[in-house]
């Protein structure tokens, strides 16, 4: 609960405290819960079972399960009554699989667990599939009998030696062209430097040239729609018989001539009437390529919690593994649970599915923290040239010492509509298997509006964590006022939103290209460095990495752009530019602040001399 000197008036906040606790220690509670059952998975899990196949009794062969009297310990392999359709008839377990293929007999046969072919009963389980009316040579693949055909084996063997000797060529330029990963990865990582400069110079053009481009193209297409269906139009007032593809033809570019028509009309609108928006989200845009530059290092701070995201998924997997593959009738004694069926392991996994989610969405929320902070340190300040040192690492201090609570809070609502989502699957899946499948297509409309629900709860906490970042307040406090300025300066949002989305979308596929033009560009020259046979796969590859660098670069651009538009529209509530509440924006943002100042008042002022005239 400590505190830190006081700020400047309407700067960033630094008299800060912690809030929202409870959820922190909520948190470290549920945690204890989550190492319990990680600890007991460990203790009575095998996920080595779970590659033994289960019968049609959800008996896994080759373990001590007993069905109607029979162990299965000695029978390792599956086989299906009816291969051709293996759900129609029982699967069961067999000690081996059948070496040729005959009828059964008296003696000789396939049968379910506890039943006896006899002459009587012969005709009747045969005709059922109790036992199977045809045994089938088979060969044992993941313990499961496979039917094989002597006929086919020389082909399939002369195919399977082809697609191997292919597939080891592959592998080979794969594992060779291992130097040009790390290039990929180094290169995109500097182009996307240079691209965030390049932005800085010429975001406005790039900006205004893109929806130039953009309304050009609905024109095109529009004019190119006309053109198609005045044609067929032609083609059908000439003609006797008509075929139907032309009248759809006529038909599709008549409709698509007027889509593509209002398309353009309402982006022509919407350059007019939102231009000064517009020169704004390009400013927001600038001053974030700005702060980039004064903080290089900032990219490197997501590293760290994605490595931490990476690990917390591999445990997971690893206790979600060994949960599913603990046998029922066993008693938890860490928990003081039994597993009399398999649904108190769906609870488990839920409680795991939920504490994941939890945790994933906390780092996240750290790391959005700490970054919005950090270009929060760089726009409240008057003087941009008099930035304070180390922003990144005092904004990451910030958030552990003051904000965790608040991020716990945020990522719990993000991890409770996320379980739900989960619940919602295991119900579907319930639903199919059930006779209820007629609650399948309402399952699906709350599937849909959980996942609507999710992002709307992850924009508010991502705005609201902004907002603790630069006022340090409580979570709801934040995402309340968070919410406020947004809706107050809704047409501005719209333009930040579409212009940066716009941005980011055209930076990555530039990242991207440039790398992988470089790379072939080098590897055509440098082609006796590296011997590859078949450059398309390494490249491919290269591709791949240079663009999860350019959309892990360019995630903290966006979120940039989303901080300094928060701090603008504080700035601009809060401050009006005296030397008592200073403006911290750009000076171009300035310009275009008094601009939109003066129409207002000059629309307040013309109705007033009318009335004195």
Known sequence: MGEEKAAPPMGLATKRKCHDVIFLILMLAFWVGMWLIANTALKYGNPMLLLKPQDSYGNRCGTAKVQNGISLLDRPFLYYNNPAQPAAAPSICIAECPSVTTYPTIGNNICNYGITLTDAN??????????????????????????????????????????????????????????????????????????????????????????????????????????????????????????????????????????????????????????????IACE????????????????????????????????????????????????????????????????LLIYHCFGFFWMYAFLQGVNQTTISGSFAAYYWVLDKMDMQKHPITKSAYRTVRYHLGSIAFGSMLIAIVQTLRVIMLLFKRMAKKSKLKF????????????????????????????????????????????LGLLTRNVLRLIAVDLVGDMIIILSKVCITASTVMILYAFISWQSKLIVIQIIYIPLVICGLIAFFVASAFMSVYALGIDSIFMCFLIDVEKNDGSPAKPFYMSESLKNIMHEESAKKLSKRVEPMAIEEY
């Open 439 to 482: 609650l399948i297509p309402i399952i699906d409309c709350c599937q849909c509006y959980l996942k609507w629900l999710e992002e709307l709860v992850k924009w508010i906490s991502k705005n609201g964590y902004i907002l603790v970042a630069i006022e340090g307040e409580n979570f709801c406090k934040s995402c309340t006022t968070a």
């Open 284 to 347: 927001v845009l600038k001053e974030t390529s700005i702060a980039i530059g004064k903080m290089p290092y900032i990219i490197i701070f997501p590293l760290f919690l994605w490595a931490g995201c990476v690990i917390l998924l591999v445990y997971f997997i690893i206790i979600a593994l060994y949960l599913v593959s603990i046998d029922d009738g066993v008693t938890l004694s860490g928990l003081n649970i039994e597993l009399r069926d398999k649904y108190t392991v769906y609870y």
């Open 122 to 279: 012969f005709a009747e389980n045969t005709a059922k599939f109790q036992c199977a009316p045809l045994i089938i040579q088979s060969k044992p693949i993941m313990n499961k009998c496979i039917p094989s055909d002597p006929s086919a084996t020389s082909f399939a063997a002369s195919a399977a030696s082809d697609a191997s000797s292919k597939m080891q060529d592959i592998f080979q330029d794969v594992m060779v062209a291992w130097p040009y990963y790390i290039a990929a990865a180094l290169l995109s990582l500097g182009v996307a430097y240079i691209w965030v400069y390049f932005l800085r110079l010429f975001a406005k053009v790039m900006v205004w040239l893109t929806i130039i481009i953009i309304n050009l193209v609905f024109a095109a297409i529009s004019g190119a729609c006309y053109y198609v269906w005045v044609l067929q139009q032609n083609v059908i007032d000439n003609s006797n018989s008509v075929p139907d593809y032309v009248v759809f033809t006529r038909d599709a570019g008549k409709y698509g001539c007027f889509v593509f028509l209002a398309l353009f009309v309402l982006m022509v609108i919407f350059t007019i009437f939102m231009r000064n928006k517009i020169r």
